[in-house]
């Protein structure tokens, strides 16, 4: 990635982790993780994302009301 684009104004993308593992068999589970992953890969590639880590599982969702 150049530092072009490392000086540049981007996002940043928060995945909330759900209960994917609930329901789906190891082998669809695998294959979920192996696509996020390629495309996780891609993004890095494309110099679209920098890195990426975890959240805690601890914390608070936050949310605006609507009047």
Same mark, same amino acid.
């Given at each position: 990635m150049s530092t072009q684009n490392?000086?540049?104004n981007?996002?940043? $993308?928060l995945f909330r982790g759900?209960?994917?593992r609930?329901?789906?068999?190891p082998e669809e589970l695998q294959k !979920?993780?192996?696509n996020w992953m390629a495309w996780f890969k891609r993004?890095?590639?494309?110099?679209?994302a920098v890195a990426g880590n975890p959240l805690e599982r601890e914390g608070k969702i !936050?949310?605006?009301? $609507?009047?």
């Amino acid at each position: 990635m150049s530092t072009q684009n490392q000086n540049q104004n981007g996002y940043m $993308l928060l995945f909330r982790g759900t209960d994917l593992r609930k329901g789906l068999s190891p082998e669809e589970l695998q294959k !979920v993780t192996d696509n996020w992953m390629a495309w996780f890969k891609r993004l890095t590639e494309e110099g679209k994302a920098v890195a990426g880590n975890p959240l805690e599982r601890e914390g608070k969702i !936050v949310i605006q009301a $609507l009047n």
